[in-house]
């Protein structure tokens, strides 16, 4: 059974940084494209980033490019998200999500989430 676990939200200050990293286990993933999504309250779950497991392409929402790096690791099965120069609206719950299959459906795999707040 595949399970992602996800770690490194926290509180932080406008401006400062965090790191969040989310291990897949349970299987063996290639040639898929996986993701950091986030829900601030309130509001729906909208895409932050994406990264091809070869690590060869990578997309980001407009609000955090040049701000936040998406990485991942294929020896440790892990993705990650480098935060910098955070501003209180990145605060939000964030989730890492993996595709099922070769690609996104509604029955991916979603990490619990992981809590974010920037404060001013």
């Known amino acids: 059974q595949v399970q992602l676990a996800e770690s490194g939200g926290g509180l932080v200050q406008a401006g400062g940084s965090l790191r969040l990293s989310c291990a897949a286990s349970?299987?063996?993933?290639?040639?898929?494209?996986m993701g950091w999504f986030r829900q601030a309250p309130g509001k729906e779950r909208e895409f932050v980033a994406t990264?091809?497991?070869?690590?060869?392409?990578?997309y980001y929402a407009d609000s955090v490019q040049g701000r936040f790096t998406i990485s991942r690791d294929s020896a440790k099965n892990t993705m990650y998200l480098q935060m910098n120069s955070l501003k209180p609206e990145d605060t939000a719950v964030y989730y890492c999500r993996f595709p099922r299959g070769t690609r996104w459906g509604p029955s991916d795999y979603w990490g619990q989430g992981t809590q974010v707040t920037v404060s001013s």
């Open positions: 349970g299987r063996t993933f290639n040639n898929i494209t």
């Open positions: 990264i091809v497991w070869s690590g060869a392409r990578t």
